[in-house]
């Protein structure tokens, strides 16, 4: 299954025009600069905005095309928004209900209590609305969202309203989301690190347009695109937990390229896990160091460099398949003769792990 869409519309001053083809799995990340047309692009897909020419089937049914528009109301999705609107005259489980009894039993895939279980709200459900902090308003909504069995969950800035206790409260929810449901998200969000840890698939919006979509592992390494450049620019690594040493108190996690060591985590051995590495920590060797306290190092071919006269540069490395991004001197860069084809040695001196254990 994929999301294909077509649209086209004029607002004002604002003109979108974009062509997509989404995954029909995973979280699709929409990211881009305030004003790019995120939210309108949303709009349109949930159909609350309606573009004369527009195209947008979601598996085999068409939503719109030349001859059929189906209205908001009949399209199966869900919406969480930036503020969680829930009824306040209703408890949290009058709030959950309530969608759902206008989706026919053969078209419900989840039920009320998957989503409370997937949320943590079961403590919750004879709360008003009004009783709720707001990290919990939202963990409601999400449920509530996904209990109308969506064929698509869309979600704008759902944690932007949030300070940074209650998005660390939610982000495990929202990780959890795609590994256990089969429901693609459009995830609207203009923080790096939301997209870093939630994307499967990022589409790069610029002043109405797409200008580049794919996987979001080689997204943020695409040297022809923003994301790699700037004080944040990571890669993210997929990868599994191998072994914990509680000798050393480290745990071992494996990817196509090799093994990290990274502080000793609370995950399940076989857990999926998501690394991010910030290009500046990875420093260049041509040849592996052995007299280094540096625990992660990992053999790598130099796929492009842009040096641009900045005093700095910034390499693509793939290592066993893996894209990663180094920011070093311009200088060292030279003193290493770095050049495209070449091997050399990643040495990544910090790793972030993005996936919250809090949940195991
Ligand atoms: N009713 C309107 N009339 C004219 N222009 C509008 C109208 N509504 C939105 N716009 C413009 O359309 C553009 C896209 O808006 P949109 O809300 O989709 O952007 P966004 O990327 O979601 O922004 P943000 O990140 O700030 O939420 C903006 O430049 C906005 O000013």
Redesign the pocket.
Known sequence: MSIDAKFSLV????KLDVELTLPGRGVSAVF?P????????LRLIAGLERCQHGYLKVGDRVWQDGNDYIPPHKRAIGYVFQEASLFSHLDVKGNLEYGVKRVPIAERRVSIDQGIELLGIGHLLNRKADQLSGGEKQRVAIARALAVSPKILLMD?PLSALDLALKREIMPYLESLHGELDIPVIY?S?SPDEVARLADHLVL?DRGRVRADGPIASMLTRLDLPLAYGDDAAAVIDACVTEHDDHYGVSYLEFAGGQFTVARNSLPIGQAVRLRIVARDVSLTLEQQTGTSILNIFAATVAEIISDEQPEVVVRLMAGGVPLLSRITRKSAAQLNLECGQMVFAQIKSVALLSDDKKH
């Open positions: 607002k004002g001053d604002f881009g305030s004003g790019c047309g995120k939210t309108t692009l800035e609207v203009h919006l």
